[in-house]
């Protein structure tokens, strides 16, 4: 790495028009980029990360401009450079790749075309060699089978693969300067940790500097060389990787680490950052984090800090830091412990298995009894009424919830008459247990149907087939008149607390509804009460109980979409992606809500998510899901410590590490979930397994009994893996490969590729069609729909054109 | 894709059956023959005179299947409708067909370069309108276009025709003639008339539509890469934005042929038109009966051809 | 009772209806905010339709007596609205230019030298009361239609796009049906069939328009299902019934505004053509419109009666298809900035 600063931003302030004058989003922000090194811009949502991107390239959308500053690049300054020199720039020099992989690229236009135009936009080449480049591009970027996908169109690829393409087109002319905003937020754990690889090879390779824009540590710690951290449009704190995030010195960055659930340890509290970061036209005076700050003095709210060099590398903007004599809390804070064992991952070679932290020993022994009373209670068949049921549930452990068996498809509609020619088998055969008063989390990337699993358990999706034993009672057997009275007990928060919240109605309607269905309350004035005391059990102030939800902030929406499940009194909440729409602070808040709710109300928590990090710190159980079956299930210590499936173990191998003395993230599955309507033969993993055997393909493992839990894995029922035993460590695989030998594993793939099998079928045709906010995954029902129904999809698109027909659209306003 | 065109097929011919309901419904329960007899027969006919027209015409029988089988009103109607046998005109006794054959041409004339040169117009001025988005050009458009909008189309006529046709006399205030040397100067009006009509409307709908699809992710992408703006509007926008405005356009293709009722009858040009309204002021059900069959035929085939044209476009559609 | 005390009652029922729905809509946020962005964007055209929609009360209330009709004992029972009663007894034998003393073709001197604003028309008729009367006919047009569209339109839709199958199927048919048969062709045929009554030509009308806005709700319902809002209600036992009134058809609402404002101009241009196939509604500016054609080609031609009807007519649509904009821009969810 040589030290010429490349790119240098000197108080680079950009605005957007508000009420009241311009407001900067960007402000008086100076940075260093020197030529071949990562650096890492951090931040939660609303920070003016990705506009400080934006600025560089002069891509600020319109009514937004560039008030003040310079960005030197090259020895120019991109702010006043004409505009045909900018776009020589673009693309050539600086090339950025953007968020949403599903919407940055133009649907109507071929793939290898797109990639042609980076190429020829700046390269004068014949069509034929520009075509040529482009092919090799995509090979550059580990698309199988360039050749054919160049004349692919954006809607055949899956997200990873329009991601790659999105790479290849900013790689296209060598730039030597890469603007990754949010490169893998879209993306499931193991397609991050595939081009977090491919990030970082090419950058091996190329030699091209990268500015990464992430609201992610972990992915900061996999890629970054230096970081700097964002906090209400200015730079707190700038350092090495290693530096700031084992030794942060700004408070901010601080809160950010202690609230990541990943790094804190099981069964405690995790820290709270308190409040939101406040819109931009409410930025306090002084230092914008004092409001949050728990060393804020008068100072901080009246006089901005100056940046502070601790070392010639390590700056911070903090009165704190700058002053010696300024009360500290603790002495000793800014060190953060890290939790114990290897991190998030699984055990490798390098990592310390076994017992070393506290939490460990003290409570896997606990759930381990308490699944074999659960186990046990299996055989007994349930015939007692709910009530007796659930006395005896409390008193022995017996599972609250017990699924089996349960089949959820969706048909495929097509041809002549629109008759069902195929199923997607979103959820297709599975078995969970939730015991009373515990956290069972069910994890899997998206498409997976762990979403539908939940769905179906509330009967918001009819299911196949399978039984849902609530309390001994199976649900699915129920009338809808006779399964009513069990909807008190099981209630449900969704991912995204603004679309669960009906615009139309006051926060005081909202958790009231459930009271009126199941006439909780004798009357109005009654039920009023009631609200604003479940408002203040999910620390909301009841006076705002006559707000809409548009006027709380989305932590607070989410906590409102508690009170309202909670407001029937449930026994077991189903948490759907609760937390994974919120910034890493508010998700600290919710997640601690959460916790002290189960401890007061001894719910049970049926938690669905993808973030392994949150389920580290909050399961008892882990049920992991493969397409649409579960493949491994057992106690939390023993998923993260030994892992059997190879599933579980490529999913564990993935997720970045936050320990910034190591680099962890493996990208252990290549290619793509397929699609669940065409579930591969055998085991569903077996396309993408790296120790798949010969019978893999052809038999369906069932669920082997395994250590504590279950494992739908013909290596679970072999002993030569160690035999079940929680304490004993899976072999090692970290160097990718597997254990089956080579040779087989060739005739495996083979024998795929004739089958036509192995090819990555795309999850999402037409499904960049509708809008859907960030972050936020397409239900596998409306999958289904969106697979053919052309007819349906033209009606939606004519509707919605219907609307706008005529209407001013600029929806460039931030 | 042919089982999709050949069900989008299927489905039209439900529509148009559905169609045909419903006109035997509207023309045969809802309204009494004598009364059309009377209509056209004066109101002093003799009710033998009457009894004569309803048999000559086929009023005379019973309604529905059930009471006249084969022989009823119903059977009938599909079989003429279907097999394209509209009959005579309820006025005059003459067959509809030879008129419809006749009135195709001159509608043609008019409403083929009304088409073309609206289309092209309004879409160049609403790439012009979209491309300066947000300064005083695109307001002052869009200002206009909501003016053009809320003018009456008979405005419109008579402005033109007292304007042009009366005062200035640039072109003859109405008329027609077979030969086309000379019937462009009495088409010219009427296509002037009938493209500003429509102008406002249209650059509003396509400026949305273009304003809609440049402040997408692509958009961004493309100029990230360097793109200019030129060629994103050209390449990337106009692209994206055939899909909507190609829904608008190919429904719009079979309605040529039923020509323009106001257009031509205001100017004397002897399209279907101008049979349409000589049917209304007349109380010709029969041609208006088979002049709504006819629309709505056309009509489903505009959208089969829609349907057909957006999988052409759009390879979302096409390859799914 | 007579027609007009009738007419008279049906006119209270609607204001109080109105004034109600305006009082319910100041309560809730939205639609305050509405109000309130319409009034700082678009103050003129607002003043515009307050106008039109005074004129049109003013001319709806009526009562006989009271004018002395000089010994016409039809003219005596006659019932006169408020807006009669201020240009009562202004006629004059035939055609007079604006402001003149004198009538156009006769020369003969006028009853009320200087006193038409407006010229009168043939029968000697005051224009610009005719003008002022045109607005009660076209809030009507717009008015009864949307009342009999929209609900219809909304009940349809959401059904279809909420239960789904069977019902969406046949909802789709008849839309179907309906949408391919030529608009203006079927206008012409249901008024022909239907009578030319005011009542038979709106509800015409509302035939003609209501699946535009039965195919927007329906696609609307579909995704509004598929809330996790609703998802939630549906998790809590709440009925369907409730479900759709609380949840499906308020998110509609701002919809249904949207529909009834763009509707509105759509409505009375229609009417303006079925005018001009002698089909329209009596009074309306059409027939003026459409009367007044053929007065321009007389020699020396007669201008204001087209002028009168045309600038009322444009005037109107202009200021609600303002307004309309206007409204769409603040409720289009896609334009809509939530404060934060």
Redesign the interface.
Known sequence: MSPTPMLQLESLTTTFPGERGPVPVVDDLSLTLTRGEVLALVGESGCGKSVTALSI?R?V???GRIERGRVLFGGRDLRTLPVAQM??????EI??I?Q?PM????????VGAQVV??IA??QPLPRQAAWQHAQQLLALTGIPDPVGRMRN?P??LSGGMKQRV?IA?AIATRPALLIADEPTTALDVTIQAQILELLRELRQQLGTAVLLITHDLGVVNELADRVAVMYAGRMVELGPREQVLSEPRHPYTQGLLRAMPARARRGQRLTEIPGVVP?PQHWPAGCRFATRCPLAQALCHEVVPATTALSPTHEVACHAVARADWPMPRAGSQRLSLPHGPGAGPSGPSGPAGPAGPAGPSRSPRSLQQAERGAASDARPAQAGPAAAAALGRETGAPLLRVEELRTWFPIR???L?RSVGWIKAVDGVDLICPAGRTVALVGESGCGKTTVG?SI?G?ERARAGRVYFDGVDLLALSPRQL?PY??A???V???PM???????RARDIVA??M???RIGANDRERTERVAELMRRVQLDPDQMGR?P??F?GGQRQRL?IA??LA?GPRLLICDEATSALDVSIQAQILNLLRQLQDELQLSFLFITHDLGVVRYLADRIAVMYLGQVVEEGSTERIFEAPQHPYTRALLAAIPAIDPARRQARARVRGDVPSPARPPPGCRFHPRCSEAQARCPIEAPPLFPWADGRSRCFLAAQPPHGGPAADQPVRSTSDGRGSAPPGRTLVVRAKLAVEGGARPLDLE??G??FERPRKQRA?LR?LAQR??N??Q?????????????????????A | ML??V???L??GCVVVLGVLLFLFLLFFTLTDPDDIARRALGEKALPAVIAQWKANHGYDRPLWPWRGGRDSMLVEHYRRMLTFDFGRSDTDDAPIVDRLRHGVGPSLALTVPMFVIGLLLSIVLALFVAFF??TYIDRMG?LL?VLAMSLSVLLYIIGAQYVIGKLLRWFPISGFDADPRVAWRFLALPVLVGVAASLG?DV??Y???F??ET????V?????????EGRIMW??VL??A???IL?HVVLAVPFLFTGSLLLESFFGIPGLGSLTVDAINGNDFSTLRTMVYLGSLLFVGGQILT?IS??L?????R?? | MQLWSASNLVVAGLLLAGLTLLLIGRR???WREVFVQLRRRRPLALLVVAGYVTVALLDSVRWVGGVDAGGDVVAQHEARSVLDRLFAGRRERSYSAPLADREFYGHAPLRHPGGHLLGTDILGRDVLLLTLKGARVALLIGGLTSLIAIPLALLFGVSAGYWGRRIDDGVFFVMSTLASMPTLLLLIALVMVLGRSTVAVCLALAVTSWV?FC??A???T?KLR????V?????????DL?ILL??IV??L?H?VV?TFVLMFSGLVLSEAILSWLGLGIEGSWGQMIDQARDELSRDPAIWWNLAAAGVALFTLLLAVNFVG?AV??IL?P??R????
Do not use: W
């Open positions: 390239l891509l959308p319109r009514p776009r020589a720039v673009r693309g050539a090339a950025m953007f949403e919407t940055s690229l133009n649907p109507v236009l071929g135009e980076a936009l700046h169109y809607h055949q999105m087109m819109a097509s041809g002549m629109q769905r509330l918001l009513l909807r008190r099981l209630q449900i969704f991912q995204d679309a669960s919240l009906d615009p139309r109605m509804e459930g009126i269905s199941f809409y548009h006027e902030s979409c309202r499940a029937v045709p037409a960049t069609l239900p409306l697979h053919m052309v007819a999809l033209r009606e939606h698109l004519r509707a919605s054109h219907l609307l706008l027909a005529g209407g001013e659209l600029e929806q460039e306003r | 089982t999709y050949v069900r989008r299927l489905h988005r947000e869009v276009a409307g509003r709908f400026r949305t539509v304003v809609e402040g997408r992710d692509y961004r992408t493309a100029r990230a890469k360097g793109c200019g390449v990337h692209r994206n055939m899909i909507p829904t349907d957006y999988a476009v759009d390879p979302r559609v390859l799914s | 809730h946020r939205l535009g195919r927007l329906r696609g609307e579909f598929e809330m996790d809002y998802q939630a209600a549906r998790a809590l036992g709440v009925s409730r609380r949840h308020p998110n609402m919809l949207i904009d769409r821009d289009d896609r334009t900035r939530e404060p934060t």
